[in-house]
C-alpha cells in the first residue's frame, strides 16, 4: 500500500462523493486517499501509517487510536451498506462481505460487532470508525444540534479535530467520551518493567479508578445484584436507597409575588462540572460504620433523621441566625418537600446541613475512607474547553453583565460549528456523571443479573451521588444567599433552572448585589464560568401561574422557543 506521511491528526473525515475517496483533516486540508483503501482493513492500515492518532493526555497513559469517520459515499466506497438493515441490534450482519475481510485481514472486532461505532485490532494497534449514516452521531449519542449527516466533511472534520484537541479523540456518545476522558488523565493502570520476570506489567495508579468497587447497598440501584432482596417499599423509602438527585420543584406565587409583572429563569452554567471542582470522592470500598460521627471531609452515605429540622442562615450583616421563610425548597430531597423521617445523605448534603446549623447525628453509615480529587483533571480540561469554545463564539468572562447577556441572546446565530462543539461540551460534562450510574440495556440473564458495565473502574453510583448532592446545595446556598441580600424566594428549581418574580425582564433585577452595585460574593453571578450564571428565559407572571395549573414545572418551558403547553 503506498502512503505519504505528511500530517499528525487524531482523526480525517473521509468522503467520497465526488469521485474518488478523499481525507478531509481538522486543518480544513484535504488528503488523496490511496487507490488500494477499498475497505476497513485497507483502511485501518493507511490510518495507522499516515500517522493519525492523538497524543496521550497523561504521563503514564497511552496515545489514542486513529479515528476515521465516514460519510454515506465513503462507507459504500469501503463496501458497507448505506444504512443499517438490522435496525433492533444496529449493527452489520456477521456474514456480511465487509465483516468477512476484517476477518480474513487478521484483524479483528471488539464484540459489538460492526455497527456506527467500529472498533478494530490487530495485536497492540487499534483503529476506531464511525459510520455518519448509521447514527455515529444521532441524537442518542447527545452530539447537540448539528446535522452531522448533511454538514460538509471539512465541517465535521474541523468541529470533531477541535473536540480531539480541547476534550478527548471521540469514541463513541459523549457520554462515553466523558468516561473515556476520566481514564485518559487518570489511566487505571501503568506499565512497568519487572526485572524478576523480565516482562512488562500493569500496575494500579495512586489517585486512579484502578478496578471496580461494589456500591454500598443503599447506593445500588434497584438492578443491582445487592439490591435483590429489597421489596418494592424499600426501594421508594430514601431509610433504605440513597437518592441524590437535581432539585425538582415549584409552588404557588404569594398575592405579594403575583404583583410582580415577569418571572426570570437563571440557568447555572454546567452545574454537575463545577459542582466537580474540586470535590473529594471515594476511591476504594466503602466500609459500614455504627452511630459514627459525622464528618465533612469522609466521603460516603449517611444515614440521618432531618425530619425536624428547621432551615435558617446567618445575617449577612449581624451574623445572627434566621429562620429561611415556609416557601423555601428543602435541600434534603429532590421534590424540595422537607424529610419525613430517616435517611441516606451524601456527604455534600450533610455537610451544607452543618452549614445551615443543624446538628447531624448519623445512626449508621457506609464510608470511604481511602479518597481523593478523582475528578479534578477532568474538570480542568472539560472547564478550558468550555470556556475556549465560548471565546471561539465572542463570549469572554472579563464582559459587562449587559454585553454577556446580549452575546448570550444570540449564540445560536453563530458559528453553527463551534455552537455544535459548545454542546457537545456541555452533554460531555452532565452525560459522564450520569454514566458512572449506567442502567442495564438489553436483555440479561435474571433481574438482578449482573450488566457489562458494571466491570469498569468508573462505574461509581457514590461518586455520582456527591456529583449532584454538591450540585443540589451549591444551588441551594446560592438561592439562601440571594435571599438574604434581596428576600427574593425562588418559584421553580428544575436542577440548573431556577426561576424568580420579577420587576424587570432581565435576569439583572434578581441577582444579587453589594451595595456598590458589585456581584454579591456566594450568590447567583451572570457569566460564562462554570457555576455563574445565565438568563435562561423571561415570561409573564400570568404564564407562570397558568404553568402551576397544569400542574407543569415551570422551568421546563421558560425558555424562548419551547412548547410551553405541552405537558411533560
Request: charged share 25%; glycine share 8%; with cysteine.
Amino acid at each position: 500500500m503506498t502512503t505519504q506521511t505528511t500530517y499528525t491528526a487524531p482523526l480525517l473525515v473521509l468522503d467520497a462523493s465526488n469521485g474518488p475517496l478523499v481525507g478531509h483533516r481538522p486543518d480544513v486540508q484535504r488528503v488523496e486517499v490511496p487507490a488500494d483503501v477499498v475497505d476497513l482493513p485497507t483502511a485501518a492500515e493507511w490510518a495507522l501509517a499516515y500517522g493519525l492518532g492523538a497524543p496521550k493526555l497523561s504521563e503514564v497513559g497511552e496515545d489514542s487510536a486513529p479515528l476515521l469517520v465516514l460519510t454515506k459515499s465513503a462507507a459504500e466506497a469501503l463496501g458497507l451498506p448505506a444504512e443499517l438493515a438490522d435496525r433492533k441490534r444496529l449493527r452489520v450482519p456477521d456474514d456480511h462481505p465487509a465483516v468477512k475481510a476484517v476477518d480474513e485481514a487478521g484483524w479483528t472486532m471488539s464484540r459489538a460487532g460492526l455497527g456506527a461505532w467500529t472498533f478494530l485490532y490487530q495485536g497492540r494497534k487499534e483503529v476506531r470508525f464511525a459510520v455518519v449514516p448509521w447514527g455515529a452521531f444521532g441524537e442518542h449519542m447527545r452530539w447537540g444540534d448539528m446535522d452531522f449527516v448533511a454538514v460538509d466533511p471539512s465541517a465535521l472534520a474541523y468541529t470533531l479535530g477541535l473536540y480531539a484537541e480541547r476534550v478527548v479523540s471521540p469514541t463513541g456518545s459523549t457520554a462515553g467520551c466523558s468516561l473515556t476522558l476520566m481514564e485518559a488523565v487518570r489511566p487505571p493502570t501503568r506499565v512497568v518493567y519487572d526485572r524478576g520476570t523480565r516482562r512488562m506489567r500493569r500496575l494500579p495508579v495512586p489517585g486512579s479508578l484502578s478496578e471496580p468497587v461494589d456500591p454500598a447497598p443503599p447506593e445500588a440501584p434497584d438492578e443491582h445484584p445487592l439490591a435483590a432482596e429489597r421489596t418494592r417499599d424499600e426501594a421508594k423509602n430514601p431509610a433504605h436507597v440513597l437518592t441524590e438527585e437535581a432539585l425538582a420543584w415549584y409552588r404557588e406565587p404569594t398575592e405579594h409575588e403575583t404583583g410582580a409583572p415577569y418571572v426570570v429563569g437563571l440557568d447555572i452554567n454546567t452545574a454537575f462540572l463545577a459542582a466537580s471542582n474540586r470535590l473529594t470522592v471515594g476511591m476504594g470500598p466503602a466500609v459500614y460504620t455504627d452511630g459514627p460521627r459525622f464528618d465533612k471531609k469522609v466521603p460516603g452515605a449517611w444515614l440521618v433523621d432531618l425530619s425536624g429540622a428547621t432551615l435558617r442562615t446567618k445575617h449577612l450583616t449581624t451574623k445572627e441566625w434566621m429562620p429561611l421563610p415556609d416557601t423555601f425548597p428543602s435541600p434534603f430531597t429532590p421534590t424540595g418537600e422537607a424529610p419525613t423521617g430517616p435517611a441516606w445523605y451524601a456527604t455534600p448534603t450533610l455537610a451544607y446541613a452543618v452549614e445551615l446549623g443543624i446538628d447531624v447525628q448519623p445512626t449508621a453509615a457506609w464510608l470511604r475512607p481511602e479518597s481523593g480529587g478523582y475528578l479534578d483533571l477532568w474538570h480542568n480540561r472539560l472547564r478550558n474547553a468550555y470556556m475556549d469554545t465560548l471565546a471561539d463564539l465572542g463570549v469572554t468572562d472579563d464582559m459587562g453583565e449587559e454585553a454577556f447577556l446580549a452575546a448570550m441572546a444570540t449564540l445560536k446565530e453563530r458559528d453553527p460549528e463551534a455552537v455544535a462543539l459548545l454542546a457537545a461540551i456541555k452533554q460531555t460534562a452532565k452525560g459522564g456523571i450520569g454514566k458512572m450510574r449506567e442502567r442495564p440495556q438489553g436483555k440479561r440473564q435474571g433481574k438482578h443479573a449482573p450488566w457489562p458495565a458494571l466491570k469498569r473502574p468508573t462505574w461509581r453510583p457514590d461518586i455520582r451521588a456527591a456529583v449532584i448532592s454538591a450540585a443540589r446545595v451549591g444551588a441551594h446556598r446560592k438561592m439562601v444567599r440571594t435571599w438574604a441580600a434581596t428576600g427574593l424566594v425562588p418559584l421553580a428549581v428544575l436542577s440548573d433552572c431556577v426561576i424568580y418574580p420579577s420587576g424587570y425582564p432581565t435576569a439583572r433585577a434578581v441577582v444579587p448585589r453589594k451595595e456598590d452595585g458589585s456581584p454579591l460574593p456566594g450568590g447567583f453571578r451572570l457569566g460564562p464560568n462554570p457555576g455563574f450564571c445565565k438568563e435562561e428565559g423571561v415570561r409573564s407572571m400570568d404564564w407562570y401561574r397558568e404553568m402551576v395549573a397544569k400542574e407543569v414545572n415551570p422551568g421546563r418551558f421558560i425558555k424562548e422557543g419551547k412548547d410551553a403547553g405541552r405537558d411533560e
